[in-house]
């Protein structure tokens, strides 16, 4: 008897693996959802906002806040060179803005672990500066932090560092 000759059952020898056909598809189902389940829960390398929920209560102040500093007419300009040199000049309707607090917070967007914050020291008027040296090459972005006058002014940008 061949694979296609039917038996007294009516089933060839092939109808017998029907059952083992849905039983493999169901496995092969289980494996894959398996290794999603791995790949959603287990390699997740972004930053996640810390206190999500707070901050989102918050929007109302944080909308406030950014109506407050566009009418203080400050203006701000980031500038790295790759010799580890960072400059920020800050003005105040055109002119310098002397004396003020400055820190800058550095942010790696696709990695946790290597952010860190350099105060900014006034070399001329208006003029802030620090030695930067960056752990990885890259895009960074950086947050300037701006005191003065207890006025707060702060300003995002993104780095390209060699």
Same mark, same amino acid.
């Given at each position: %008897?061949? @694979?296609?000759?039917?038996?007294?059952?009516? %089933?060839?020898?092939?109808?017998?693996?029907?059952?083992?056909? $849905?039983?493999? *598809? =169901?496995?092969? $189902?289980?494996?894959?959802?398996? $290794? *999603?389940?791995?790949?959603?829960?287990?390699?997740?390398?972004?930053?996640?906002?810390?206190?999500?929920?707070?901050?989102?209560?918050?929007?109302? @102040?944080?909308?406030? !806040?950014?109506?407050?500093?566009? &009418?203080?007419?400050?203006?701000?300009?980031?500038? #790295? !060179?790759?010799?580890?040199?960072?400059? #920020?000049?800050?003005? !105040?309707?055109?002119?310098? +803005?002397?004396?003020?607090?400055? /820190?800058?917070? *550095?942010?790696?967007?696709?990695?946790?672990?290597? @952010? *860190?914050?350099?105060?900014?020291?006034?070399?001329?008027?208006? !003029?802030?500066?620090?030695?930067?040296? =960056?752990? +990885?090459?890259?895009?960074?972005?950086?947050?300037?932090? /701006?005191?003065?006058?207890?006025?707060?002014?702060?300003?995002?940008? &993104?780095? $390209?560092?060699?």
């Amino acid at each position: %008897m061949t @694979d296609t000759q039917t038996t007294e059952t009516g %089933m060839t020898k092939r109808d017998r693996w029907i059952p083992w056909y $849905i039983v493999g *598809f =169901f496995a092969v $189902i289980f494996v894959m959802d398996g $290794i *999603f389940v791995y790949l959603a829960t287990d390699t997740h390398t972004g930053v996640v906002t810390e206190q999500a929920y707070l901050k989102g209560l918050n929007y109302n @102040d944080t909308v406030a !806040a950014a109506e407050a500093q566009s &009418r203080l007419g400050w203006a701000g300009t980031v500038d #790295y !060179a790759d010799n580890g040199e960072f400059t #920020y000049i800050l003005t !105040a309707q055109d002119q310098p +803005l002397s004396g003020a607090d400055i /820190v800058a917070e *550095f942010t790696r967007p696709t990695h946790n672990g290597v @952010d *860190f914050t350099v105060p900014l020291l006034e070399n001329s008027t208006g !003029a802030y500066r620090a030695t930067v040296d =960056f752990p +990885l090459e890259g895009v960074w972005d950086v947050r300037v932090y /701006v005191t003065w006058n207890q006025q707060q002014y702060q300003q995002a940008d &993104r780095l $390209i560092v060699r």
